[in-house]
């Protein structure tokens, strides 16, 4: 079997660690969220999914990771269907989702990450208890490893969640609004830290709000509001005549 370690990053759209979305279409009760998405990019890259509120980046997260079904449409990841959940995505839902009253300490909740490779009835293994050091490591979260989850400041939430995706060994992680809530220092470490899984040869695709910070922090952009309005490097994606297209008279400040 061929080793896929996150190491062995790809040039960009090489067949084996490309994700292509075709025509994907998700519909609420009769009520289309996503019409005919269709983008393509691949391991090493950060991309930003930008729209207005109810624009369907949520709902794209969510379909891509296999938390929703699709109405039609193709997932491809390495040159195969992703049918269902797979261990190699991680979905980290708003934060404000999160039951952060959960009884449970950082490392537990990184230990998690680990479930997809023990599976339930699997002994957990010296080599599960390295994983797990080393994502906690990695997100610099050592000193914190035995804190409660709901003792954790925003930022630190935030890295406790891509930590569990590290121990995890997924490839590609689908954020949901990560950065709202943060300060601009936890801001700035969370930026670099998404900078470097994805110089390890991690895919991370987000929803961002924030337009000013964007190019910054993700290589391209898909424009959403309910269908694709463009796809590509961020500058390119973040001009005035596409914003106004997506935001249609909302202020995009």
Known sequence: ????????????HHQHHELVVENL???????TALEKISFATSCGTRVALVGRNGAGKSTLLKAIAGLVPRQSGTILWRGAPVKRWSREFAYLPQREEVDWSFPI??????????????????????ADEAA???????LDLTNLQNRQIREL??????????ARAVAQEAH????????????????????ALLGDLAKEGRLIIAS???????????????????????FGPVAQILN??????????????
């Open 25 to 31: 279409s998700v519909s609420y009760r009769k009520i």
């Open 172 to 191: 590609v992680l689908l954020l949901d609004e990560p950065f709202t809530g943060l300060d601009r220092n936890a801001s700035m470490r969370l930026g």
């Open 153 to 162: 400041s925003g930022g630190q939430q935030q890295r406790a969640f891509l």
């Open 208 to 230: 961002h709000h924030d337009l000013t910070t964007a190019p910054a922090l993700f290589n391209e952009a898909l424009l959403l509001d309910g269908r694709a309005l463009g």
């Open 105 to 126: 300490t950082v490392r537990g909740l990184v230990e998690m990450g680990r479930y997809p490779q023990t599976g339930w009835w699997r002994k957990y293994r010296p």
């Open 132 to 138: 797990v050091d080393q994502a906690l490591q990695a």
């Open 1 to 12: 079997m061929k080793d896929h370690s996150h190491h062995d990053c790809c040039a960009h």
């Open 240 to 253: 005035q005549d596409l914003l106004d297209r997506a935001f249609a008279g909302i202020s995009t400040h």
